[in-house]
């Protein structure tokens, strides 16, 4: 399950995208759980105040932490 805050790369575009939930709703499908996430895109062909949806099997969890590149890029973003 996503949090506020996590990070992740998008799956579902040719090409995976840093983003930052900015919101998660969890919801129950039959007997399963599933999100719907609001994202901020970190990186891509987006306009600063883009925000992205998607359920949480078209994305998956990235540590921008173990990526130093990545979390150079995020710090950039963030500023």
Same mark, same amino acid.
């Given at each position: 399950m996503y949090d506020r805050g996590d990070h992740v790369l998008l799956t579902d575009l040719p090409r995976p995208f840093l983003c930052r939930v900015l919101d998660a709703e *969890?919801?129950?499908v039959g007997s399963n759980r599933s999100q719907m996430l609001k994202l901020a895109p970190l990186e891509g062909p987006w306009p600063s105040d883009t925000m992205l949806i998607r359920l949480d099997h078209?994305? *998956?969890p990235?540590?921008?932490r173990s990526?130093?590149?990545v979390?150079?890029?995020v710090?950039?973003?963030?500023a």
């Open positions: *969890t919801f129950s078209c994305v *998956t990235c540590d921008v990526r130093p590149r979390l150079r890029d710090r950039r973003a963030a």
